[in-house]
């Protein structure tokens, strides 16, 4: 059985760091292309950032600069390093491999 478990959420001030992170099991992630999403109450989920199956990297254009995907195939985890946090940030995020299989998401939340 496929399961992508994120984990890492939390509050946090703006201004500040997390790094989520989604832990495959049932698949090998280094032959998917993985993604973050993001889901904030009232909106449709958008796409936040995704790594090629050769790393090549992208990213929303309001999360430039500010955040960073990577994965680690040796421990079937894909992670979201996420910095300078704005209260617009505020959503479920959701890790994706391949846009078959997702998780169940992590809630981020960036509030003073």
């Known amino acids: 059985q496929v399961q992508l478990v994120e984990s890492g959420g939390g509050l946090v001030q703006p201004g500040g760091s997390l790094r989520l992170s989604c832990a495959a099991s049932?698949?090998?992630?280094?032959?998917?292309?993985m993604a973050w999403y993001r889901q904030a109450p009232g909106n449709q989920r958008e796409w936040v950032a995704s790594?090629?199956?050769?790393?090549?990297?992208s990213y929303k254009d309001s999360v430039k600069g500010r955040f960073s995907i990577s994965r680690d195939n040796d421990k079937n985890t894909v992670y979201l390093e996420m910095n300078s946090l704005k209260p617009e940030d505020t959503a479920l995020y959701y890790c994706?491999?391949?846009?078959?299989?997702w998780g169940q998401g992590t809630q981020v939340t960036v509030s003073s």
């Open positions: 994706s491999a391949g846009e078959i299989h």
């Open positions: 049932g698949i090998s992630l280094r032959f998917y292309v």
């Open positions: 790594a090629t199956v050769g790393d090549t990297t």
